[in-house]
Structure formats: C-alpha cells, structure tokens
C-alpha cells in the first residue's frame, strides 16, 4: 500500500503549545489525492470515515462515471491507499461516489444519476465488504419503483446509514416532491424494506434532500416546501420496525430560500440542521433538543462571522457528543473554505470551540463540500482543489480530502473539571518529568505522540507522585492521559525539548 504525506509542521506546534483543557485540537494529519488524478474529477465529493477505514468519492472522474478510493490507517496511525472501487455497470453522468457512507462492516457508494435499466438517472447504491483486504461488491441496490430523475443518493447529505440499516434520499423523484428509500441487511443480504413519502407530499419539495438516522429516530430534509423555506420531517419506528412520521421541525426565522434541511445530522436526542441558503447564502445551523415529551425544540443558532456573502455555512454538518461540525464551503466565491467545530459547554451551550482548514487549501476549491466525524477523526472533501499532496502538479477540479485529528479526544473525561488535579514538571522537560496528583491516587497512564499514536503504558500504579523518564521520546509534543482512582480522566500536553 502507498504512504499518505503526513503533516507536522510548526504551526501545528505552536497551536498544541496553546491550553489544551477543554478545547478541541483537530490538526492535519494527511492530504489524500486520487491516484489517478484528472481534470474535473471532482475527488472529495463525498467523504467518510470509521475507525481504521476512510473513502473519498470522485463523482466526476471519467466522463462522470465516477470512481472512489479506499484507505486504511495501520496500528502506527498512518493512512495508505488500499484500493480503487468502481462500478463496473456505470453509465456516462452516473456520478458513482456522490455519496459514501460506512455501515458496519460494509461500505455503501452512491451513483445518484446511475440509469437504471434504460431509465435515466433513477440512482443506484452499491455495497461492499471486505474480504482478505479486498472490498468486494455485495449488493447494488436499487428502489423498487425506480423512475427517471429519482436520483437516490444524488448527494453527500442524501445517504445516512447506522448499524444494518442504509437511508437513501431520492429527492428528484416525481418532478422533485422526493421520496425515501430504507433498506437492511440480514445474514449478509442487503433489501428495501420501507419506501416513505412527506406526510403531504408535493412538488417541488425535494423531500430526501437531506437525511439522518439515530437509533429509532429518522429526519428527512425538503429544503424546497414552503417556498423554499426548508422544512425537516421526523419519523419514529414503532414496534414492528415500520418508519412512521411524527412531527415537523422548521426554523424560528425561516423566510424563502433558506433550504433549511440540505444538511441533517442526528444523535440521541439532539440533531443538527443546515440552511445554506440564509442571507444571501451567508447561512446558518439550526439545533434542536428533544424535549421531555419528544418534541423536538430549537435551542440555538449557529452561523459564521459575516465577513463575506454566500459561504453556504451549514452546507455539510455532523454531530458526535457534544461536538457538532458545519462547513461553509465558499461555493460562489474566492474565499477559501471552512470548517467550524462547535463544543457544547456544561451550562448547554454551543460555542465555536475550532475552525479545521487544511495547510494548503485556497479559494475555489470547495473545501468543505462534505465533511464526517468519527471519535477522534475528521475528513474534510475539496473537491476543488487543484494540487496533489506536496501542492505541486497542478490538474484543474482534481480534488483532494484532508484527514485530521484530535490527540486531545483519547479518552479523556471531564478535563475541564480535574485537569487542576495534576501537575506536571518541569514542562517542557529533557529527562524526567514529575507527574503529581492533588488529590486521587493515578492509577494508570498513558503516553501519546501528536498523531495520537500510544507510546507508553503503565498500570497499577495507585501513587499521587510519578516520575516518567522521557530521554528516549523525540523532541516534540505529547499528550499525558492520566487515570484517577476515581476513574476520572486527564490529558495534558507536555513538550519535550
């Protein structure tokens, strides 16, 4: 397998150098880059990412066919290219990789304007499993009722998936009133099992624009109804497993042509929703909680600093925790994009904790199209971007996608509260570097260097005062992750000169 360049510059130093308590540290660990690098291939479309496996969809390679291409990280954190998958059906447009997503053990790529037995742009779903480090294809899926200009899976925001179960949007079915296709895995085989329609189903409503799945709740976007003011539809699964629709979600300031909707991301009992279209295209995140009685409330607004018109702020969002991300990918303009982290504090607010830009992204080049969270692991699709991962070799539209990571988010819990507990010394330090505990005893440590790698572990140690010899670690910064006998957590940054 081919290395990835991986990055660890001295900005990157001095950024961890700052406070790490509390605040999230998501830094640039690669740049990846098709390795067949085209003009207008548009690598980056789509973007997804698990814990030792990432894919980036390059809907627009050959003649917009398209292609996607599959990575794996190995135990020392570092990503290589594992292989290029591709549909052997596809037709010229199909745009095979406008969407990916992982689920379980598989992962699903969309061709949202595949033709479908001579009907055009009905979209397609393909899924593969892995068999002796291959991915092979399992099942291509198609709705049972396809129709012309469906488009299943026509975006990033179209696909959702969790556990067995995959949620495909169609929103161009029926002259753009949209529609929703279920489908799970049992014993390894892949079926629709549930087709869902908007509860007054309309044209134009491009119902299926935008969807998201938490356990037995499902949201579904329709960024055109209400004179496109964007509207987002719950759905609960009751006990026999049938998707049933619950309430209506709309934002408190809604006017025409917020597209509300685009972009959905759900967990538990909050959820995350874009409007790209706000302001002239200065856009904004809407997020919601689930009240007591399951209602789902708007607590918050999110947007960007309003420097510039028509970033599409919440064109991609995702949501882990208490952590939700929103890109602004700059479509229109010549501003490079972005990519906010939000952090919600104890009290229940959101504020803007990080804003995650690759090293060498430029204006025009859509950093941000789509973006995905995984624990400690974000990747970022710039479809745009015109140079390979040195920043050389520049091939117009060729796309590339940035993996980044957070050493902070290994585990640590309540940081915010018990980081006051323990004392490091001397930092930065040469040789021995005293660890003390206020209070509890430490019972465990662990050591990390910047790209999250585990570089030393001790166990049992039951002692408030721990001297770490640190002569044989390279000069650089490391994450301390110490455990309390009170099974708290701490993490703390130390340099070693």
Not at 28 to 51: C, L, P
Not at 67 to 90: H, L, P, R
Not at 420 to 430: E, K, M, S, V, W
Not at 446 to 456: M, N, P, R, W
């Amino acid at each position: 397998m081919i290395k990835m360049n991986t990055t660890k510059t001295i900005t990157v130093l001095l950024c961890l150098l700052a406070s790490v308590t509390g605040t999230a540290q998501f830094e640039e660990v690669t740049k990846v880059v098709s390795e067949d690098r085209e003009g207008r291939a548009e690598y980056g479309t789509s973007v997804a990412i698990n814990e030792n496996f990432a894919v980036v969809g390059a809907s627009r390679e050959n003649g917009a066919s398209g292609a996607a291409y599959m990575y794996a990280k190995d135990n020392e954190g570092e990503w290589s290219f594992m292989q290029k998958i591709a549909a052997t059906d596809s037709n010229n447009g199909a745009e095979y990789g406008g969407g990916a997503a992982f689920v379980d053990d598989y992962v699903v790529v969309a061709a949202g304007r595949a033709d479908v037995e001579g009907v055009i742009r009905a979209g397609a779903l393909y899924v593969y499993e892995q068999n002796n480090n291959v991915w092979e294809l399992n099942s291509k899926l198609i709705a049972s009722d396809y129709s012309s200009d469906a488009k299943m899976g026509m975006n990033p925001t179209s696909l959702a998936t969790e556990n067995n179960t995959i949620v495909a949007g169609a929103p161009g079915e029926n002259a753009w009133t949209g529609s929703v296709y279920i489908f799970t895995e049992q014993e390894g085989t892949w079926t629709e099992t549930q087709k869902i329609m908007a509860p007054n189903p309309q044209s134009p409503e491009a119902f299926g624009i935008g969807v998201a799945i938490s356990g037995d709740q499902l949201a579904v976007g329709s960024d055109k109804v209400y004179d496109l003011k964007g509207a987002v539809f719950m759905y609960t699964k009751n006990n026999d497993g049938i998707w049933e629709y619950d309430q209506t979600v709309v934002a408190s300031d809604g006017v025409a042509e917020d597209y509300f909707g685009n972009s959905i991301s759900i967990l538990d009992d909050q959820m995350v929703i874009g409007a790209y279209g706000v302001d002239n295209e200065l856009g904004k995140a809407y997020i919601f909680e689930k009240n007591s009685e399951g209602i789902w409330e708007e607590v918050q607004i999110v947007m960007s600093d309003p420097t510039t018109d028509r970033t599409q702020f919440g064109w991609s969002t995702d949501i882990q925790e208490d952590m939700i991300m929103v890109s602004a990918p700059h479509i229109y303009g010549n501003e490079v994009g972005e990519v906010f982290m939000y952090k919600k504090t104890s009290s229940g607010t959101w504020v803007e904790d990080q804003r995650i830009q690759g090293e060498d992204t430029e204006g025009e080049d859509f950093y941000g199209w789509c973006v995905a969270m995984y624990e400690d692991q974000v990747i970022v699709g710039s479809p745009r971007e015109d140079h390979d991962v040195n920043g050389d070799n520049e091939i117009g539209d060729a796309g590339a996608a940035y993996i980044f990571k957070d050493p902070t988010l290994l585990g640590g819990e309540n940081n915010e509260v018990f980081a006051n507990q323990i004392r490091l010394y001397p930092n930065p330090t040469q040789n021995d570097l005293h660890i003390e505990s206020q209070s509890n005893a430490i019972t465990q440590l662990k050591v990390y260097t910047i790209s999250g790698v585990l570089l030393q572990e001790v166990n049992a140690l039951n002692k408030n005062n721990i001297t770490l010899n640190t002569s044989s670690y390279s000069s650089g910064v490391y994450f301390i992750n110490v455990t309390l006998e009170d099974g708290s957590k701490v993490i703390q940054k130390v340099l070693k000169n």
